[in-house]
C-alpha cells in the first residue's frame, strides 16, 4: 500500500508565491508518475500538472503554462508545485495523486485514470 500527504497551502495575495509539497510513503514500484490537481467550489475537478518520476518529465495543463513549476525528489521521494504570478482564479484545494501511468500524462491528467493515492488535499486561496 502507499499513501501520499500535501502540505504548503494557505492563503496567498495576488501575483504572489505558493509552493505545495507531497510525500509519498510506500513502494515506489507501486507509482512512476505524481500529479497536482484542484478542485474548485462548484467546479470540476482538473488536472494542474504531472510528473515522471523516473526522468522529470512533466506536462502542464494551460492553467498553469508558465506560471507553475512541478518537481519531484527522488531522495526524499516529495514533489513539488512551485506557483508564481497567482491569481484569484487559482483558488481551490489541491490534491496530490500518485499511480503508475501508462497514458501520456496529458490523457492522464484529463481523466484522472490511473492515479490510485490521493491525499486529502490542501486549500490555496489567492485574494486580490
Known amino acids: 500500500q502507499a499513501q501520499v500527504a500535501e502540505s504548503g497551502g494557505g492563503s496567498v495575495q495576488a501575483g504572489g508565491t505558493a509552493k505545495l509539497s507531497c510525500v509519498f510513503s510506500?513502494?515506489?514500484?507501486?507509482?512512476?508518475?505524481m500529479a497536482w490537481f484542484r478542485q474548485a467550489p462548484g467546479k470540476e475537478r482538473e488536472g494542474v500538472a504531472a510528473?515522471?518520476?523516473?526522468?522529470?518529465?512533466?506536462w502542464y495543463a494551460d492553467s498553469g503554462k508558465g506560471r507553475f513549476t512541478i518537481t519531484h525528489d527522488n531522495t526524499k521521494n516529495t514533489m513539488y508545485l512551485h506557483m508564481r504570478n497567482l491569481k484569484p482564479e487559482d483558488t481551490a484545494m489541491y490534491y496530490c495523486?500518485?499511480?503508475?501511468?501508462?497514458?501520456?500524462?496529458?490523457?492522464?491528467?484529463?481523466?484522472?485514470?490511473?492515479?490510485?493515492?490521493w491525499g486529502q488535499g490542501t486549500q490555496v486561496t489567492v485574494s486580490s
Open positions: 495523486a500518485a499511480g503508475m501511468i501508462g497514458d501520456a500524462l496529458s490523457t492522464a491528467l484529463k481523466t484522472g485514470y490511473g492515479f490510485n493515492y
Open positions: 510528473i515522471r518520476t523516473a526522468d522529470g518529465s512533466s
Open positions: 510506500g513502494s515506489i514500484y507501486n507509482r512512476n508518475s
